[in-house]
């Protein structure tokens, strides 16, 4: 989901110098825009509240101050501090409601921390004050699908379909027909509640089996990665049939992570350590996405077959991938040259290229980093580019590791 651009820019004044208290607001103002200008967010919202403080009722001023409080929000997202993110846009939209977006990033935070309450709140108090804001009721749908909500969901997706044009419209579209088929297939699904999982399931299910499956993956994930994560992870098991007839993915795809992990279970007992792969493999996508929704795809998913696989097999699995696709070496391409997502290629072989490239390089990156660098990195590509971010977890270049890696596939065995 994109949320669209904020367009604000911070405003200067031209008060009439009638008064001093005036005059003093006009200073207090130029001494935010210069504070903002260096990157000093917070030194910006005190200088505009003492603006406010001399000339209480002046719009320019509060639409100013509510930017203020948003610029702190980024500050402090690129920081991953991401409740003090949500305390300043909260702030921003609570000082300007006119201006839907600070409430909008407030919602999608809550929703990205998997706080829906929060979030749910937070662009309903949205929808209130900009009822046809279409990115709202969009918002509104993916909240309304992990609360399990999803005939409110799928009209809420309609609802934004109706107020969008061209790619959003065909996007809530899909959305809306897609929580139609969960809908359809969930009927009858039970739903078990952990402090860990909340799991749904057809009737029949060994629950108690599949949790113990599920809490051994997710704590392997999260002794690997040095973390922690109090959010429940909501999990849908389904028939292989009816994964794809919900998801509607090529039947080589062995699990989904849409805010929600979807795996295709067939034997919970007889598929007990596949279960367990596959599930660490999405709940690493899980936290990904907590840590960092721009990250990357081939980061992403070699991070993700790194938990699911093990660590020490990437270059091993990438030459064996290459004898069975017929290609050589030279094949291999730079993760630049890798696609933005792997989710919509029809070419199988494409496909496995890209899986194993990924996993390869993301697993040298762990075996001459550590898991630790490896964190860094996918928590830094959420605020800086992607060779930045690297060169400031690894304390090297981007490009040198890839030049690195290269001779190593040119020269193993």
């Given amino acids: ?58 719009e320019t001023l509060i639409q100013n101050l509510a930017w203020a409080h948003y610029q702190v929000g980024e500050a402090e997202r690129d920081a991953l501090a991401i409740d003090r993110a949500a305390a300043a846009y909260q702030r921003a939209w609570d000082v300007y409601d006119g201006e839907p977006v600070y409430g909008l990033h407030l919602a999608s935070l809550r929703l990205r921390s998997f706080r829906l309450a929060e979030a749910l709140a937070a662009i309903q108090a949205v929808l209130e004050r900009h009822p046809d804001e279409p990115t709202a009721h969009l918002l509104l749908g993916d909240i309304l699908a992990l609360l399990d909500r999803l005939s409110e969901s799928e009209a809420a997706y309609r609802v934004a379909a109706e107020l969008s044009q061209g790619e959003d419209r065909d996007a809530a579209l899909a959305a809306a027909e897609r929580t139609a088929r969960q809908a359809d297939v969930e009927a009858d699904y039970q739903t078990l509640r952990t402090s860990s999982f909340v799991l749904r399931a057809p009737p029949g299910r060994d629950h108690n089996s599949l949790l113990g499956v599920l809490r051994t993956a997710r704590v392997e994930v999260l002794n690997a990665f040095a973390v922690t994560h109090r959010e429940p992870a909501l999990v849908v098991l389904y028939p ?72 020490g097999q990437g270059m091993t699995r990438l030459l064996a991938g290459l004898e069975a696709l017929g290609l050589s070496r030279d094949d291999v391409p730079t993760v630049e040259q890798l696609p933005d997502s792997f989710i919509g290629m029809s070419d199988r072989d494409a496909v496995r ?33 992607l060779d930045e971010a690297f060169a400031a977890a690894a304390g090297r270049s981007l490009a040198q590791e890839q030049a690195l890696f290269r001779e190593l596939l040119r020269t193993a065995p």
């Fill in 240 to 311: 292989p049939d009816a994964f794809r007839e919900v998801t509607g993915l090529h039947d080589w795809v062995g699990g989904l992570f849409d805010r929600k992990i979807r795996l295709p279970i067939a034997d919970a007992r007889r598929d007990a350590e596949a279960i367990g792969a596959s599930f660490r493999h999405e709940y690493t996508h899980l936290l990904v996405s907590e840590w960092s929704p721009r990250c990357p795809t081939f980061l992403n998913e070699g991070a993700a077959q790194l938990m699911e696989l093990g660590r």
């Fill in 1 to 58: 989901m994109r949320l669209p651009l904020l367009l604000l820019l911070f405003v200067g004044l031209s008060l009439p110098l009638l008064s001093g208290d005036a005059e003093e607001a006009l200073r207090f103002n130029q001494k935010a825009k210069l504070a903002l200008e260096q990157g000093r967010a917070a030194d910006a919202v005190t200088f505009l509240e003492a603006a406010l403080a001399r000339s209480p009722d002046d």
């Fill in 353 to 385: 290229l890209g899986y194993l490239t990924s996993y390869a390089f993301v697993d040298h990156v762990a075996e001459h980093h550590g898991l630790p660098t490896l964190v860094k990195w996918l928590r830094a590509t959420d605020a800086q580019p």
